[in-house]
């Protein structure tokens, strides 16, 4: 299996209205964007030419939002990391992956 091109855990994955997992792990590996629970077990994941990421205007710095197979999720960075800027730093690593991984599949 490849490396991945993204790798973040102690993520809040959310489903509004309701908390998925709060130490959640995101992957980006092989065109795929997966959303794991803390214990490894799938809450959904999809090719990255279907997703969608962004940042809300809403939030802070620490918080995207994913849109996988129909389904809106909250994505909050850095719950186990209390450095300051370090969340922030990793929702944007998070969406500049998307991004590159988006574009070099076309």
Known sequence: MAEPEFSATGVRIER???ALTRAGKILIREGRLELLTSSGTEIDSAPLNSVSAG????TGGESTVAHVNGTRYRLRMGQRDHTP????E?????????RRARDSRG
């Open 85 to 88: 800027g370090a969340a922030d």
């Open 16 to 18: 509004w209205p309701r």
């Open 55 to 58: 940042r809300p205007w809403f």
């Open 90 to 98: 990793t929702a944007g690593r998070f969406l500049e992956a998307v």
